[in-house]
């Protein structure tokens, strides 16, 4: 029993022994910068022969306490912690507590592979879209995607929009290759070349100018996958059918840092019109920005339009086209591309058309039968050279276009037989150089020259001799033709100083530009083989147009956090001048104009934004307002001008409230906006069962509108699918001149535009597209008088994947149109698709059958409070395409 307390006694002198040779080390952990501490960092004690005897991690204080013994000797203290420099010290005698601060740095992480992507993401004003997430087995091209993105929509033409605004740009792995001809790419880039679908918000095109100055564009950009950029890679498509269809394509597609291209050789008789990928979706108004408009087409062969239905079942053509994109970026930062189309085009049109003008007291009639042919040939050539810095931009941009155009109609109006003949020539210049440098002290200089020159004289010949109480004293003659030429030059230089930096930052700008223009005309009868004038003396035009414009400008822009705003102060002297002295026609307008505007944008929360605009412009028309001179537009339409300048004047107020949730992939946007405009002039129209002329009197109109507009996007994770609505409210109040009459007139249209596709069972999908319209149009002083229309454009498709390498699709459109008083029109159109994949070849074989229900014309019925149309047209029958493409 003694040994046992002997024993007892040795091990706790032994345990107090060691407790008296520990040690205790204490610290605190504070990041060096911010002075906040660090938790959850590894603390490890390692002897001399560096090796770990202790460690610890640090609480949420940053604080740890490690005992270590004494007999370790030296030790090193070793903190590592991911984001901050590794720290060591030798212990020594050091005092404690410690008060450690670690340096932060950062650590990029390699080799890590990412298993699960998601289908979206943010960063910052981009929006980043996983394109392997939403397409689909039957998808082939990448505008094929993009029309079921959440927040983004495409129109039948091909423009894209996000969240109801219209993009800007369309790049291509950061370069702009097709400018804003951007539906080329859409439907030829497969989309398994594509990684993802960036939407760049608030965007600027010049690097120089990025976060410089107030913007609220989209654009889109495709980010091109690494594996697609090795090599040149394209399709081959060739398709024949019955009743003697051919339809076939070549194009080659490259995708690097240094060079892009993108070539496609096209030609088809099925219904494809090819004038698609040369339509520029923003170059539409980039004269009108500048202070003119080109002079369109004045003269046409007749007057019914085209019907609301694919051009596919209506276009009887025989084209062909090529078009050709090249980008090369050089190592010193320049950049050089060219842009070349052609086209070659003949078509024919075989349609009936009955008008109908109602007033109180009568009702005026016209009907017209046409069948026509129209050939065509054009060609577009651009070549760019830039360099787009974040230190300078400097940009040439040479753009020429040639149009020529010949087209034949033979009609059947009011019992009469009419041959009429149609021709135009487009020739253009056009030449855009921007100069953008920032200097030292950060300030900026802006200074572009633009320079434009067009020309179209057209002709138009109708026989026999048309309006012969207007033109012959009323005497029957052979044949009518009307020339007209339109030269146009228009040259515009500003400069200007921006200085981005302060509270307010400030632009001061100076501009002057000059247009000039020459609008000559005359009219030719024809009696057997005798050409002599008309009997009036108002058949003739030689106006000469001279407008310059000089105006100094002041910006103002305030940032700051979650608002952005803007007020642009711009003070103009505009000069015009216009003469003929056939009429003793020459007249002088001076004008001092001040156009101010205004946009304010807040962030609200972290992703929805609220942006508000006024803007207050002036127009003072063109030279179409105001020639004297008797000018036939078509069979049976005459117009001239009786006053000068059709000013104007507009106040336009616009609000829109974009809502994004990215990662419940939800967006939502609203829109109002109210527009005025005030004219000091009016189109008087006065029909007669004969003929349509139209003057320019001196009557004021104002014209108020109101739209409101709203958009839902949703994407549904159980269904794996976007659910989307859109809806649209608009009222419109003006006043028409009519036969001799002032009629106010009011229109309100409704319309509602849900789109859907979801999997009904298995390999089977449904989608649903529909446009559902309801209008009004009233003549408020004849309340008898108004019309109400609904139409309905219903597209619904059953795509489905029955075997693995087999995909079977049926697609249905239906078009329903109901009014009172007039016919219900429904009509139902059904195609059919079959694509069977040899993986092995790289080859697709495709069946399409078009039109099942062989739908043979098409009636269209419009309807204003006092206007009707019942339109005819002669549509391709059922058609049954075979096609093998070829991936090269």
Same mark, same amino acid.
């Given at each position: ?56 991690t640090t609480d949420r204080n940053g604080t740890f306490v490690v005992s270590i013994p004494e007999e370790w000797g030296e030790c090193t203290l070793e903190i590592n912690h991911l984001g901050y420099q590794k720290y060591q010290c030798r212990l020594g005698d050091k005092k404690v507590p410690l008060r450690i601060e670690l340096e932060p740095q950062t650590v ?300 034949? !109609? @033979? ?6 037989? =009419?041959? #009429? &003949? /149609? +021709?135009?020539? $487009? ?126 400008? !002041? @910006? ?6 979650? =608002?952005? #705003? &803007? /007020? +642009?102060?711009? $003070? ?137 507009? #709203?958009?839902?996007?949703?994407? $549904? ?172």
């Open positions: 029993m003694k040994a046992v307390y002997l024993f007892v006694y040795a091990l706790l002198l032994d345990t107090s022994v060691v407790c008296a040779q520990q040690r205790e080390i204490r610290g605190t952990l504070v990041d060096k910068s911010t002075e906040r501490p660090i938790p959850s960092a590894s603390v490890n004690i390692k002897s001399a022969d560096n090796k770990i005897r202790a460690f610890k990029l992480l390699e080799h890590i592979e990412v298993k699960s992507k998601p289908k979206i993401r943010r960063t910052g004003d981009t929006v980043s879209y996983d394109v392997g997430s939403f397409a689909k087995e039957e998808d082939r091209s990448i505008g094929d995607v993009i029309r079921r993105l959440p927040g983004m929509e495409v129109s039948e033409s091909g423009q894209i929009k996000y969240q109801g605004k219209a993009i800007s740009n369309f790049y291509i792995d950061g370069d702009d290759l097709l400018d804003d001809r951007y539906s080329l790419g859409t439907r030829t880039i497969p989309h398994n070349m594509v990684k993802d679908i960036q939407v760049l918000n608030n965007h600027e095109h010049l690097k120089v100018l990025k976060n410089k100055r107030f913007t609220d564009q989209v654009a889109i950009n495709l980010v091109i996958k690494e594996s697609a950029k090795l090599k040149t890679t394209g399709e081959a498509k060739v398709a024949a059918g019955l009743p003697n269809i051919y339809d076939g394509e070549v194009n080659s597609i490259l995708f690097n840092k240094k060079h892009k291209m993108l070539h496609v050789l096209s030609g088809n008789n099925r219904g494809k019109d090819l004038r698609g990928d040369f339509l520029g979706y923003n170059r539409d108004n980039s004269l009108a920005r500048m202070g003119t408009m080109p002079v369109n087409n004045l003269l046409a062969l007749g007057t019914v339009g085209a019907p609301p239905i694919p051009k596919q079942h209506y276009f009887m053509n025989n084209s062909g086209g090529i078009n050709s994109n090249s980008l090369v970026n050089l190592a010193t930062g320049w950049q050089a591309k060219i842009n070349l189309q052609g086209l070659y085009d003949r078509n024919t049109r075989d349609f009936n058309g009955y008008t109908y003008y109602l007033t109180p007291t009568e009702i005026i009639t016209f009907d017209e039968q046409q069948q026509s042919e129209i050939e065509s040939l054009l060609g577009a050539f651009r070549l760019l050279i830039n360099k787009n810095e974040s230190n300078m931009f400097l940009n040439n941009a040479l753009s020429v276009e040639y149009e020529k155009e010949h087209g034949l !109609a @033979s009609l059947h109006t009011n019992d009469q037989q =009419i041959k #009429a &003949q /149609l +021709n135009h020539r $487009i020739r253009g210049l056009t030449n855009l150089l921007e100069y953008v440098p920032q200097l030292r002290s950060g300030n900026i200089i802006q200074v572009d020259w633009y320079v434009h020159y067009g020309e179209k004289p057209q002709s138009l010949a109708i026989f026999p001799g048309v309006s012969a109480d207007v033109l012959n004293r009323g005497e029957p003659y052979t044949g009518t033709t009307q020339h007209l030429r339109v030269p146009n030059f228009f040259s515009r230089i500003s400069a200007g100083y921006r200085m981005p930096k302060g509270r307010i930052s400030q632009y001061y700008n100076a501009l002057l530009s000059v247009e000039d223009q020459q609008l000559s005309s005359h009219i030719n009868i024809y009696q057997g083989a005798s050409v002599y004038p008309p009997s009036t003396d108002s058949a003739v035009n030689n106006l000469h147009w001279r407008r310059s414009q000089f105006s100094v400008s !002041a @910006s103002y822009g305030w940032k700051r956090k979650r =608002i952005e #705003a &803007q /007020l +642009n102060l711009p $003070i103009t002297f505009q000069h015009t001048n216009f003469d003929d002295p056939h009429y003793h026609l020459d007249e002088t307008q001076r004008h001092w104009l001040f156009l101010p505007s205004f946009l304010m944008k807040y962030r609200a929360w972290q992703e929805d934004e609220l942006d508000f605009s006024y803007t207050f412009t002036n127009n003072f028309g063109n030279i179409q307002d105001v020639y004297r001179g008797l000018v036939i537009r078509d069979y049976r339409s005459l117009s001239q001008n009786s006053v000068g300048i059709n000013e104007s004047h507009t106040q336009t107020f616009r609000a829109n409230y974009r809502l994004s949730r990215t990662l419940s992939l939800l967006f939502s946007d609203v829109g109002l906006q109210y527009t005025t405009t005030y004219r000091k002039a009016m189109i008087a129209h006065t029909v007669s069962n004969d003929i349509s002329q139209t003057v320019l009197l001196p009557i004021p109109n104002k014209i108020g509108a109101l739209q409101l507009q #709203a958009g839902f996007d949703k994407y $549904i994770f159980p269904i794996a699918s976007t659910v989307k609505l859109r809806g649209m409210w608009t009222l419109t109040d003006f006043n028409q001149f009519f036969n001799g009459e002032l009629l106010p007139f009011q229109n309100r249209n409704v319309s509602l535009q849900p789109d859907i596709e979801l999997k009904v069972w298995k390999s089977i999908n449904l989608s649903y597209r529909g446009n559902l319209s309801w209008s009004t149009s009233e003549q408020k002083d004849h309340p008898e008088l108004v019309n109400r229309i609904f139409t309905a454009s219903q597209h619904i498709g059953l795509p489905s994947l029955p075997f693995k390498k087999v995909f079977i699709g049926v697609n249905g459109r239906h078009l329903y149109t109901q009014q009172r008083e007039q016919p219900h029109v429904s009509y139902f159109f059904l195609d059919a698709f079959a694509r069977y994949r040899l993986k092995k070849w790289k080859t697709d074989l495709e069946l399409n059958l078009t039109n099942l229900t062989d739908v043979r014309t098409f009636e269209t019925y419009a309807v204003t409070a006092n206007h009707q149309t019942h339109n005819s047209y002669e549509l391709r029958g059922r058609m049954a395409i075979l096609r093998a493409v070829f991936t090269l």
